[in-house]
């Protein structure tokens, strides 16, 4: 079965300080993907990344980066220089490679990050 | 950009009732999901529905609950009689061939007295 964690329930920083959000995920899969949503105030859910199992390489997008290592099952994600715009909840997910389609997101319980100006 | 559209964006409907929520997913999008999220709880994965069948399903999905894709366009939820537990945010996701990231539509809250 497919597990996701996400150990911080909530966080609360300063603007510009840097956060970062852990994510540890347990699968049998061999091909699978890993992926990071945001969940504003006004509720809707916003796909921020995607990475394949087979992809261990980190990526940045402007403050956003995302470091993925399978040897400790883990896909944790930093934001650099925190705005007050990136307070929302984080979740963490994961879905497996199946010819029938279905490939359902398991998503963690997530991490409601407070930015304080 | 496209981006997956839902409505109502809140009903409320009495126990027992029955409700369609509506979704028009990404228009060249082949995969579609319904997740729920009870308020304050992580997301769960309702359904998937793939070339005009359900791909798979949860335990939530139950006899209760029914999917459609009625035309080229639409993609429905039904909950044929509403329980006080349907009360969450039901959202609709769809995919394309070939990339595994799911966009999500803005979702429908609702809420069953």
């Known amino acids: 079965a497919q597990k996701v964690t996400q150990a911080q329930t909530e966080i609360s920083v300063v603007e510009k300080e840097d956060v970062t959000l852990d994510c540890v995920y347990e699968t049998r899969d061999t091909t699978y993907y890993l992926f990071w949503y945001k969940q504003p105030p006004s509720g809707e859910l916003v796909f921020l990344i995607r990475r394949n199992s087979f992809d261990e390489q980190n990526e940045i997008s402007g403050r956003y980066s995302w470091n993925f290592q399978k040897s400790t099952s883990s896909f944790n994600f930093t934001i650099t220089a925190s705005q007050v715009v990136d307070s929302a909840v984080y979740f963490c997910?994961?879905?497996?490679?199946?010819?029938?389609?279905?490939?359902?997101?398991?998503f963690g319980k997530g991490t409601k990050l407070t930015v304080n100006p | 950009e496209p981006e997956v559209t839902q409505t109502p964006s809140h009903q409320v409907t009495q126990m027992g009732q029955e409700v369609i929520l509506r979704c028009v997913p990404i228009?060249?999008?082949?995969?579609f999901y319904w997740y729920r999220q009870i308020l304050g709880q992580k997301v769960e994965f309702l359904v998937s529905?793939?070339?005009?069948?359900?791909?798979?399903k949860s335990e939530i999905f139950d006899d209760q609950f029914s999917v459609e894709r009625p035309d080229g366009s639409n993609f429905t939820l039904k909950i044929r009689s509403t329980k006080l537990e349907d009360s969450a945010m039901y959202f609709c996701?769809?995919?394309?061939?070939?990339?595994?990231?799911?966009?999500f539509g803005p979702g429908t809250r609702l809420t069953v007295t």
């Open positions: 996701a769809s995919r394309g061939r070939d990339r595994y990231e799911q966009y």
């Open positions: 529905f793939y070339n005009n069948e359900i791909s798979e």
């Open positions: 228009s060249n999008h082949l995969y």
């Open positions: 997910a994961l879905t497996h490679y199946s010819q029938g389609g279905s490939e359902k997101l398991v």
